[in-house]
C-alpha cells in the first residue's frame, strides 16, 4: 500500500532526540534505563535504542543521552500529518535482583511538535506506581517531501509538565493522573494535595530567600525551577562572601523539609527517614 502513496505524500523527517534525567524517584539505590522505540506507520521496521543504566543519586537519574534518527510520515488525503508515536519504557534494575522490572511507560506525539521549534518537557511516566518524571527534549527537521500539510494535534498538557510554575497550573489534571493515565491508588489524594502545597508555599517565599544575591543570577522563578529540577537555585558556583552567614535561620531549616516532602518515598524509605 505505501508503493500507491506518491512520494509528496510521505515526507522524511529528521527527529532530534534527548532524554536528560528522571526526577521524583523515590528510591535510595538503583541503576535506571530507558529504552525507546519508532514504529514507522509506513514500513514493518521499528527504529530503537536506549540509554545505559545510570544510578539513583538524590532521587534523580541523569543520562544526557543524545539520538536523531529519520521518521517517514504519512500525509493523508484530507492533507492532514498522520500521528506518528515513540514509545519510551522506563526499566529499574535493583542491586538485590538480577532481573530489571518495568518502572513506567511513555508515549509522545512526533507530530505535535512539527510546528514548533526544540523543546524540553517533562512527562509524567504512565503504567507506574510513582510520581517520576521523565525530562525530554524534541527537535524535528522536515528534509522532504510536500510541506503544505495540517498538523491537528498540539502537546497534551495533562501529561507535560514544563517546570514548577507548569505543575502548578495544571494541579488539576495532575491530581486526575489515575484516570487519565492509570497511576495505582495507592498514593492517596491527601499526599498529592500536601506536596503541591509544599512547593507551592516554597514558591511564595522564595523571593525572601537569601539566595538572592549580587553573584546568582537567577530570579525567584528560576531559582525555584532548578531546584525543583535536581540542581541548587544558583546560576554557577556562589561566591560565599557574598552570602550572609545564618546559621542558625529557622527559615531555611523550614524550607529544607518543604524540598523533602516533595518527595514521596516508599515504606522502607520514610522508616530510614524517621529513625534518621
Given amino acids: 500500500m505505501s508503493a500507491l502513496v506518491p512520494e509528496q505524500r510521505k515526507p522524511n523527517f ?34 530503537t535504542g536506549s540509554t545505559e543504566y545510570q544510578p539513583v543519586l538524590d532521587n534523580k537519574v541523569t543520562w544526557n543521552y543524545k539520538t536523531k534518527f529519520i ?7 484530507q492533507n492532514i500529518l498522520k500521528d506518528s508515536f515513540v514509545y519510551f519504557t522506563v526499566r529499574l534494575h535493583a542491586h538485590s535482583s538480577k532481573i530489571s522490572t518495568k518502572m513506567g511507560t511513555l508515549r509522545i506525539n512526533l507530530t505535535e511538535y512539527i510546528r514548533i521549534s526544540q523543546d524540553t518537557r517533562r512527562y509524567l511516566l504512565a503504567e507506574s506506581k510513582v510520581n517520576a518524571t521523565l525530562r525530554l527534549s524534541v527537535q524535528i527537521q522536515q528534509l522532504s517531501g510536500n510541506a503544505d500539510f495540517e498538523v491537528t494535534k498540539t502537546l497534551n498538557k495533562p501529561l507535560v509538565f514544563s517546570g514548577i510554575t507548569g505543575l502548578l497550573t495544571e494541579g488539576k489534571e495532575f491530581r486526575k493522573r489515575e484516570e487519565d493515565v492509570g497511576v495505582s491508588s495507592n498514593i492517596a489524594a491527601s499526599e498529592m494535595e500536601r506536596m503541591l502545597s509544599s512547593i507551592k508555599t516554597f514558591t511564595e517565599q522564595t523571593k ?9 543570577d537567577f530570579n525567584s522563578d528560576q531559582i525555584v525551577d532548578d531546584i525543583y529540577a535536581g540542581g541548587n537555585g544558583w546560576s554557577q558556583k556562589p561566591n560565599i562572601s557574598e552570602i550572609e552567614d545564618q546559621p542558625e535561620d529557622p527559615f531555611l531549616d523550614h524550607i529544607n523539609r518543604l524540598r523533602k516532602s516533595w518527595v514521596l518515598p516508599g515504606d522502607q524509605a520514610k522508616e530510614k527517614l524517621r529513625k534518621s
Avoid at 534527548?18 to 528510591?27: E, R
Avoid at 525572601?208 to 546568582?216: A, D, F, T
Fill in 14 to 47: 529528521e527527529v532530534f532526540l534527548t532524554i536528560h534525567d528522571l526526577f521524583n524517584v523515590p528510591l535510595l539505590t538503583g541503576m535506571i534505563s530507558v529504552k525507546w522505540k519508532f514504529n514507522n506507520s509506513l514500513t514493518s521496521r521499528s527504529i
Fill in 71 to 77: 521518521a517517514k510520515m504519512l500525509i493523508t488525503k
Fill in 208 to 216: 525572601n530567600y537569601y539566595m538572592h544575591s549580587s553573584s546568582n
